[in-house]
């Protein structure tokens, strides 16, 4: 299985401003995803990292908002822009070659936005 | 469009009673596979299942089992002589090639 990080664990934040998440993974893996967890709700897919191609964004989510990087096989980062109080959540990220495997998590970021 | 319903919010039970979490999926795939994950109070979200479409046989492992019944179109989750440590949040997911839609949770949680 894979070991995945993510930085920061959890960081609380101004509105306005924005954060940078980051999640690293301990072998090369195709895909990567990110979720959001809002307080108390289930996880929803927020977008697909694909290394070498643009993200793509789930219905709801934009690439203003939400940017994503892919760099390389292992490592991808999610930034939150110009934060307000709704985005706090869980972000989590989760790899998996196709989205049909096994899909491990990363131990998601606590965001709080005031 | 793929949905997962899990209709029961919460569960409480006294320890060593069994309990069973249900799942009801919709997808238009052919290929598919069915996921159950558990987030205990730290937050975490554990790897608990994957099962293929393809694969109908029911699963055991420990006091977890499954049973996967495609003519249902349901994936639920049963907890044999549950424990304080089975407390948590449960979700079942559907998956896909372009990531997993999970259902709403079910939150368990065990007396003792």
């Known amino acids: 299985s894979a070991v995945i990080s993510q930085k920061p664990s959890r960081d609380i934040c101004q509105r306005g401003t924005s954060l940078t998440i980051q999640c690293q993974v301990d072998s090369q893996v195709t895909m990567m995803f990110w979720y959001r967890q809002q307080p108390g709700q289930s996880l929803t897919l927020i977008a697909t990292?694909?290394?070498?191609?643009?993200?793509?964004?789930e219905s709801g989510f934009v690439i203003d908002k939400f940017p994503i990087s892919r760099p390389n096989l292992t490592f991808s980062t999610l930034t939150v822009s110009n934060m307000s109080p709704e985005d706090s959540s869980i972000y989590l990220c989760s790899v998996g070659p196709s989205g049909s495997d096994e899909q491990f998590f990363g131990p998601g970021t606590r965001l709080t936005v005031l | 469009a793929q949905k997962v319903t899990q209709a029961q919010t919460e569960i409480s039970v006294v320890e060593k009673e069994d309990v069973t979490l249900d799942c009801v999926y919709e997808?238009?795939?052919?290929?598919?596979?069915l996921f159950w994950y558990k987030q205990p109070p730290s937050g975490e979200l554990v790897f608990l299942i994957r099962r293929n479409s393809f694969d109908e046989q029911n699963e055991i492992s420990g006091r977890y089992s499954w049973n996967f019944q495609k003519s249902t179109s349901s994936f639920n989750f049963t907890i044999t002589a549950s424990q304080v440590v089975d407390s948590a949040v449960y979700f079942c997911a559907l998956g896909g090639a372009d990531g997993l839609t999970f259902g709403k949770g079910t939150h368990l949680i065990i007396q003792p």
């Open positions: 997808t238009r795939d052919t290929t598919y596979y």
């Open positions: 990292a694909n290394q070498g191609s643009e993200a793509t964004y």
